[in-house]
């Protein structure tokens, strides 16, 4: 394993590598067996800079999320995004880095109202696959100068280039959050109830339905008084789906924790899938899971996690519904393959970035 | 700014050209007559004008690929342009060049508000697209100040922004889907009506490529409901330092603003003598916007005021009515056109981290002097967009010249303290010779990588982005 402790030495790893590698943070989002030396970005660690007033914070890649969470609520700012655990899921162990969620674009339940790890990425330093090291964007929340790809290197997973130090735009805290619960909706009820949320002007940030319990929750975040008048708001708006419960505080906080990591999958057999749809998509992707022993929303219906019996298709089944599905943990091929013309700009942007093909060689197809 | 030597071999075959895209496209598409291509001659940018060998104003999607396929196949350079209102010159035609006008593509093709969206090509206008929605209480978020008239499809090239983006975000947070028509005529489908598009990032990859990677026809935009209501707080300080440290406190104090909006004193005076909006005669001004129901907006503008307070405003107005809000942004809305009354002006767009703002103003008062050129600042004080006016006169010989020094440089300042040459309106031909004070070549090398996959003989939307020596032997290669 190399474990390279400065961004120069990352570079000559890099260089003088003369077999495939495989790039890893804290080694907890593994979705797919590479073959190569493990390549560690661990030994950068560390939060560059970070400046409240700029709504700025700029880290090693392997500095650890726990550590960048930390300091941020230490001025009650966060990552917009609610970075997504996977150990729960994929059943890893091991700290989970700031630089590999960029690589996965791990992004959690307020995707939906701030974006996903991507939209809060404002800057990135890597290393390519000959050895170069490359910055592209900033520590600007605004900024168009040339390409971005800063974006291109989010959910790239280590197969263009090896990050060395990543930015991004926070915001601030909130004070308080809560939560509705609607209770024994069906999947049409629910993404019928959580689509009129989301299109209420409610500000809403986090939309999820839990299949097997039958609940529905709806977060809301902010100050106190706002918060409470937006949760009487969207009680009469939404008065019509039955009875219905809040969570306030650690209550709430719990719930979304829970959601934004996949506890509620903690411990399950077969394999575990992630298919993105547009909402009202969502019941027919469900239908089309006969099998699902646990079926799971987020995202207002967008985002459906499930689990089936090991070796099930899932992707045949979907026919035409526009959106892909992912295998998380499964023996099927973690990608859907891209269609031809998608394939050839993807081979092609890995020959530039690559042109040796070491760096996570077969992960992106 | 110097453009690459017009290909005579292109030249030379314009009758042939010309004859090919009529067998594609209606006749009245095809704009030939040298009276006529002078309407494409520039942009908002209007200080550089070349006239294009021809234009064409294909209405779907099929025509903008054959259009693409024969100058692919012809081997001549393709313009696109959406509204032409790009200050950065991102539609600045060659000599040799088809532009490639998205107008008449400027239908809704859906909306969805289940699943908030609308799909809609590229040519339609930023304004129509919220106009499509805003019956049904929802709105398209990206608001550059030239809304009105630029199209999607610019948006989508420039990666645009707005006054509201400390709170949406810019185009590429907003974009869902495309529909891109590759330089040899291939049609590609990329991201849809869902959250995130399968494989790499082509949507953000795109977005912001200024015209380089392909001509996208159609996309989908995510769409919001409005909120319940808006207003704004107009806070006056005697010292910019003062101002620069108020936006840093509300930020940091967990009120996350809509807009932000900042004015120095020769804007706040120039404006109050063109649109009389009762703005106080003082060193800077401060526009914070906050939305939410009525009892929201009391609560967030209290805290805010509370905060501007400390810092001692020499005035202080919280609106209080929508006539009142209108008077505070009459100022800021009509601002551009203030400073155009009095002179000629170029907008620069730099962008700069917040915490240094104060010296930053500071300097530029400096380099204002050093040159002898006046500079007004307006700007989007919560991101750190700077946009400084610097007045010049054109008709005066040299002076178009002393201005574009000075703007290069604030950039190059701008760039110095941490920030970038560029926010929203793109690098253009404006600032492609500025590149290499942001990036070294390495990075440079790594985006023309970048366009080596998608445009291989380099033939769309030539001369701009990057620095004409980064990209002379790739030209060289192709004109041989």
């Known amino acids: 394993m190399m474990t390279p402790d400065s961004e120069h030495a990352l570079a000559e790893a890099v260089a003088s590598a003369t077999s495939p590698i495989r790039v890893q943070g804290g080694g907890t989002r593994l979705i797919e067996q590479v073959d190569g030396d493990v390549l560690s970005t661990t030994g950068l660690s560390g939060i560059t800079l970070y400046e409240p007033g700029s709504l700025t914070l700029v880290a090693k890649a392997g500095t650890?999320?726990?550590?960048?969470?930390?300091?941020?609520?230490?001025?009650?700012?966060?990552?917009?995004?609610?970075?997504?655990?996977?150990?729960?899921?994929?059943?890893?162990?091991?700290?989970?880095?700031?630089?590999g969620v960029v690589a996965t674009n791990a992004s959690g339940p307020r995707r939906i109202q701030a974006g996903a790890c991507r939209d809060s990425l404002i800057g990135v330093r890597y290393v390519d696959g000959q050895g170069t090291i490359i910055k592209n964007g900033g520590r600007v929340m605004k900024n168009v100068t040339g390409y971005d790809l800063v974006k291109l290197m989010a959910g790239s997973y280590g197969t263009l280039?090896?990050?060395?130090?990543?930015?991004?735009?926070?915001?601030?805290?909130?004070?308080?959050?809560?939560?509705?619960?609607?209770?024994?909706?069906d999947v049409s009820g629910a993404v019928d109830a959580l689509s009129k949320a989301l299109g209420s002007p409610y500000e809403v940030s986090g939309a999820a339905q839990c299949l097997v319990k039958g609940i529905t929750a709806l977060r809301l975040e902010g100050f106190e008084?706002?918060?409470?008048?937006?949760?009487?708001?969207?009680?009469?708006?939404?008065?019509?789906?039955?009875?219905?419960?809040?969570?306030?505080?650690?209550?709430?906080?719990?719930?979304?924790?829970a959601n934004r990591d996949m506890k509620h999958f903690s411990g399950v057999e077969g394999d575990i899938w992630r298919i993105s749809v547009k909402p009202s998509d969502a019941p027919a992707v469900v239908a089309s899971m006969p099998t699902a022993t646990n079926v799971f929303l987020d995202w207002g219906g967008g985002l459906?996690?499930?689990?089936?019996?090991?070796?099930?298709?899932?992707?045949?089944?979907?026919?035409?519904?526009?959106?892909?599905?992912?295998?998380?943990?499964?023996?099927?091929?973690?990608?859907?393959?891209?269609?031809?013309?998608?394939?050839?700009?993807?081979?092609?942007?890995?020959?530039?970035?690559?042109p040796r093909g070491i760096l996570n060689q077969g992960v992106m197809g | 700014?110097?453009?690459?030597?017009?290909?005579?071999?292109?030249?030379?075959?314009?009758?042939?050209?010309?004859?090919?895209?009529?067998?594609?496209?209606?006749?009245?598409?095809?704009?030939?007559?040298?009276?006529?291509?002078?309407?494409?001659?520039?942009?908002?940018?209007?200080?550089?004008k070349c006239p294009p060998l021809c234009a064409v104003l294909p209405a779907t999607t099929q025509e903008v690929a054959d259009v693409l396929k024969i100058c692919h196949e012809?081997?001549?350079?393709?313009?696109?342009?959406?509204?032409g209102t790009s200050l950065a010159g991102g539609a600045l035609p060659t000599a040799d060049c088809v532009i490639l006008g998205v107008a008449k593509l400027n239908d809704v093709l859906e909306t969805n508000y289940d699943d908030r969206y609308i799909r809609v090509q590229t040519g339609r206008t930023n304004l129509s697209v919220t106009g499509a929605v805003e019956e049904q209480g929802f709105f398209y978020a990206p608001d550059p100040s030239s809304q009105l008239a630029c199209a999607i499809a610019g948006n989508i090239a420039m990666n645009s922004g707005g006054a509201h983006c400390l709170k949406y975000g810019v185009t590429t947070n907003n974009l869902l889907g495309v529909t891109m028509v590759q330089m040899d005529g291939t049609v590609i489908e990329i991201g849809g009506a869902h959250l995130d598009a399968a494989g790499y990032d082509y949507l953000g990859l795109i977005c912001g490529s200024e015209g380089q990677m392909g001509v996208v026809t159609e996309a989908t935009l995510r769409i919001l409901r409005k909120p319940e209501g808006a207003r704004p707080v107009l806070i006056g300080f005697d010292d910019n330092e003062v101002a620069g440290a108020c936006v840093a406190d509300i930020i940091k104090a967990g009120?996350?603003?809509?807009?932000?909006?900042?004015?120095?004193?020769?804007?706040?005076?120039?404006?109050?003598?063109?649109?009389?909006a009762g703005y106080p005669d003082c060193e800077a001004l401060l526009i914070v916007e906050v939305e939410g129901a009525p009892q929201e907006i009391d609560s967030q503008l209290a805290k805010i005021t509370a905060i501007a307070r400390k810092h001692k405003p020499v005035e202080l107005r919280e609106s209080?009515?929508?006539?009142?809000?209108?008077?505070?942004?009459?100022?800021?809305?009509?601002?551009?056109?203030?400073?155009?009354?009095?002179?000629?002006?170029?907008?620069?767009?730099?962008?700069?981290?917040?915490?240094?703002?104060?010296?930053?103003?500071?300097?530029?008062?400096?380099?204002?002097?050093?040159?002898?050129?006046?500079?007004?600042?307006?700007?989007?004080?919560?991101?750190?967009?700077?946009?400084?006016?610097?007045?010049?006169?054109?008709?005066?010989?040299?002076?178009?010249?002393?201005?574009?020094?000075?703007?290069?440089?604030?950039?190059?300042?701008?760039?110095?303290?941490?920030?970038?040459?560029?926010?929203?309106?793109?690098?253009?031909?404006?600032?492609?010779?500025?590149?290499?004070?942001?990036?070294?070549?390495?990075?440079?090398?790594?985006?023309?990588?970048?366009?080596?996959?998608?445009?291989?003989?380099?033939?769309?939307?030539?001369?701009?982005?990057?620095?004409?020596?980064?990209?002379?032997?790739?030209?060289?290669?192709?004109?041989?």
Request: aromatic share 6%.
């Open chain 1, 64 to 99: 650890p999320v726990a550590q960048i969470e930390a300091a941020l609520a230490a001025e009650n700012q966060r990552l917009p995004f609610e970075p997504m655990d996977h150990r729960t899921l994929l059943r890893t162990t091991g700290t989970p880095t700031i630089g």
């Open chain 1, 161 to 185: 280039g090896v990050m060395s130090e990543v930015s991004f735009k926070v915001l601030p805290g909130v004070e308080t959050s809560a939560t509705l619960l609607l209770h024994k909706l």
């Open chain 1, 225 to 257: 008084e706002s918060v409470s008048y937006r949760l009487a708001q969207l009680r009469n708006l939404l008065v019509e789906y039955g009875d219905m419960e809040e969570l306030h505080g650690e209550a709430s906080e719990a719930l979304w924790l």
């Open chain 1, 304 to 354: 459906i996690w499930a689990v089936v019996p090991q070796g099930t298709d899932v992707r045949t089944p979907m026919g035409r519904i526009s959106g892909h599905a992912t295998c998380l943990r499964g023996s099927a091929q973690t990608f859907p393959p891209e269609p031809p013309v998608m394939a050839a700009l993807s081979e092609g942007l890995r020959a530039q970035f690559d």
């Open chain 2, 1 to 48: 700014m110097e453009m690459p030597a017009p290909d005579a071999k292109i030249m030379a075959k314009k009758a042939m050209l010309v004859n090919r895209l009529m067998q594609v496209l209606p006749k009245d598409a095809v704009i030939h007559d040298e009276f006529e291509t002078r309407a494409y001659e520039c942009d908002a940018l209007t200080a550089y």
């Open chain 2, 74 to 83: 012809e081997e001549v350079p393709v313009v696109p342009r959406g509204s």
């Open chain 2, 255 to 276: 009120v996350l603003p809509v807009a932000i909006e900042f004015m120095d004193r020769p804007v706040i005076r120039a404006t109050e003598a063109f649109a009389q």
């Open chain 2, 320 to 480: 209080t009515s929508a006539e009142e809000s209108a008077k505070i942004w009459l100022g800021r809305k009509s601002a551009f056109g203030a400073m155009g009354q009095i002179n000629d002006y170029m907008c620069l767009d730099g962008t700069i981290p917040v915490s240094e703002l104060p010296y930053v103003l500071k300097r530029i008062g400096e380099l204002s002097k050093q040159y002898g050129l006046d500079v007004g600042n307006v700007f989007h004080a919560g991101d750190g967009n700077m946009h400084p006016l610097i007045l010049f006169n054109a008709n005066k010989e040299g002076d178009l010249e002393l201005c574009e020094a000075l703007g290069a440089d604030i950039l190059r300042l701008c760039v110095e303290v941490g920030g970038c040459l560029t926010g929203e309106h793109g690098v253009g031909i404006e600032k492609r010779d500025l590149m290499y004070d942001q990036f070294t070549p390495e990075d440079l090398e790594a985006q023309m990588k970048v366009k080596d996959v998608f445009d291989p003989k380099w033939l769309l939307n030539p001369a701009k982005v990057f620095p004409l020596t980064a990209t002379q032997t790739r030209r060289a290669r192709l004109s041989n």
